[in-house]
Structures are given as structure tokens and as C-alpha cells.
T-cell receptor, first 115, second 114 residues
Framework: NAGVTQTPKFQVLKTGQSMTLQCAQDMNHNSMYWYRQDPGMGLRLIYYSASEGTTDKGEVPNGYNVSRLNKREFSLRLESAAPSQTSVYFC??????????????FGPGTRLTVT | AQSVAQPEDQVNVAEGNPLTVKCTYSVSGNPYLFWYVQYPNRGLQFLLKYITGDNLVKGSYGFEAEFNKSQTSFHLKKPSALVSDSALYFCAVSIYTGRRALTFGSGTRLQVQP
């Protein structure tokens, strides 16, 4: 049981390049999330997917797109990378049952640098 | 809108002493509150949560937190700190909405000195 996995672990892009960050979970969770972590700002939600086939914007969605490929996989795409997108990106998943919110489980992160 | 404040960027404590990491929140409705810990170059690990019930919540590694509705606080505590507790701690809040996502505080770095 690997939990939440993310690839790649590190990436350096030039401004304007594109890339996709991959995330997969093996816990059969319905909900998946993408966050970015910047120093002194905690984690901020980029996009989330409440269930397979649905996605919605979070606090900071500009410059990103997502795809919920199936129940296990949730990818984040940067179409045209900018230096402001230099950050550490975390994927998370959770099981939400009726009105209760359960804890989220996080992947190890992808450290992205845009030059 | 929901928000979380962690007023201390860093907390220093000697090994064996009690520790407290502070968190206050603002939500409309009943909060679901969480504490996570992050070790260097790692993802976040869940420590404990308050959903409903007893205001004192016990979690992993000997940590506990007290939910105080009147003060809108959820401080993390441990009776006796270990050097291995040194890490970055995040408080987070959620309510039942369509989003069901967490809003995180800015984090508090805990340094436990031997």
C-alpha cells in the first residue's frame, strides 16, 4: 500500500515550457487535491476533485489545469510555466462520507523550479 | 470564508519540557480541525483531528490538542518534548461544503533543543 505517489520529485523548467505533474492514490479515496507550498504561506489549494469525473478551482488556479483521469489518478498541468510557479506541489486524497470530512493523506511532493 | 492563524513562526523548547503550538481559526459553521507535521523534504503527515465530541483530542506521537469554541482555538500540546519532534507544524480547518478542502495556517517551526 503505497498511499499517495507523485512524479517527478524534482523538475526544472524554462519560462514558457509545459509539464504535467502526476499523482496516484491506492486508498480508493473519492476526493483528490492539488496544493502548492510557498515559504511563510502554508499550503494553498490549486484544484480539487470531489469525485471521479468532477474538478473545481481552489484558491490559486490561474496558470494550471487538471485532469481526473480515473478514481486513482489526478494530474496537474502547467501549460506555460512562469517563475511565479516555482514552488513545492503536493497532491492529497481523502475519503469524504456524507457530512464528515476525513483527514487528507499527502504525497511526498514535487519541487518545481521555473527559470 | 474560512481562515487559520498560527501566530508564532517558531517555537523553541528544551527537551523534556512541555510544548504548545498555537492555532486560532475563523469559519462560518462548525469547524473540522486538523494538525499536520512536516519533516524536511517530506510530505505532510496527519497528527490528529477534531470533528465533534470531546474537546481534548489525542493523536500520534503523544500529541494532543484542545478545541476551545469560545476562543476559536485549537492549540497543539505535548507534555514532554523530544528532539525528534523538531519539524514544521500546520493547523488546518474545514467545514462541510462542496469544496471540502482544507485551509492551512502558515505553519510554525518547532525547535526542540537537547
Amino acid at each position: 500500500n503505497a498511499g499517495v505517489t507523485q512524479t517527478p520529485k524534482f523538475q526544472v523548467l524554462k519560462t514558457g515550457q509545459s509539464m504535467t505533474l502526476q499523482c496516484a492514490q491506492d486508498m480508493n479515496h473519492n476526493s483528490m487535491y492539488w496544493y502548492r507550498q510557498d515559504p511563510g504561506m502554508g499550503l494553498r489549494l490549486i484544484y480539487y476533485s470531489a469525485s471521479e469525473g468532477t474538478t473545481d478551482k481552489g484558491e490559486v488556479p490561474n496558470g494550471y489545469n487538471v485532469s481526473r483521469l480515473n478514481k486513482r489518478e489526478f494530474s496537474l498541468r502547467l501549460e506555460s510555466a512562469a517563475p511565479s510557479q516555482t514552488s513545492v506541489y503536493f497532491c492529497a486524497s481523502s475519503e469524504v462520507v456524507t457530512s464528515r470530512t476525513y483527514e487528507q493523506y499527502f504525497g511526498p511532493g514535487t519541487r518545481l523550479t521555473v527559470t | 470564508a474560512q481562515s487559520v492563524a498560527q501566530p508564532e513562526d517558531q517555537v523553541n523548547v528544551a527537551e523534556g519540557n512541555p510544548l504548545t503550538v498555537k492555532c486560532t481559526y475563523s469559519v462560518s459553521g462548525n469547524p473540522y480541525l486538523f494538525w499536520y507535521v512536516q519533516y524536511p523534504n517530506r510530505g505532510l503527515q496527519f497528527l490528529l483531528k477534531y470533528i465533534t465530541g470531546d474537546n481534548l483530542v489525542k493523536g500520534s506521537y503523544g500529541f494532543e490538542a484542545e478545541f476551545n469554541k469560545s476562543q476559536t482555538s485549537f492549540h497543539l500540546k505535548k507534555p514532554s518534548a523530544l528532539v525528534s519532534d523538531s519539524a514544521l507544524y500546520f493547523c488546518a480547518v474545514s467545514i462541510y461544503t462542496g469544496r471540502r478542502a482544507l485551509t492551512f495556517g502558515s505553519g510554525t517551526r518547532l525547535q526542540v533543543q537537547p
